[in-house]
């Protein structure tokens, strides 16, 4: 069994990570020999975990969650069902702009060289 695990450490932020023994990298994150980032956060505490049958899918999720606002995660963390649909609407709508002016930068650009 696979891990994908969120951590919450002294200073607020959040870790994420996955794992094949969940309570070992914990005791790991928490006496320094895991992650440069939570080791100078001590203590980190476990806030969120979903289990998978393979590597491969925890991996994908955890790069999944590393890509979420900080608001998005937190609603995950919340178990805020309603609160992710809304920050995932509203973050499309912001890529979708995004986009649109990114396009539009890049037309702009090549029109001038």
Partial sequence: ???????KCADGSYYIGHTNNLALRIQRHNSSRAAKWTASRLPAKLVYKES???EQEAMLRERQLKNWSRAKKEALVRCDIEGLKTLAKRLS???ARFQDGNEAIRTET????
């Fill in 110 to 113: 090549n029109t001038l060289y």
């Fill in 52 to 54: 998978y049958q393979n």
């Fill in 93 to 95: 709508k912001k890529s």
């Fill in 1 to 7: 069994m696979w891990y994908l695990y969120i951590l």
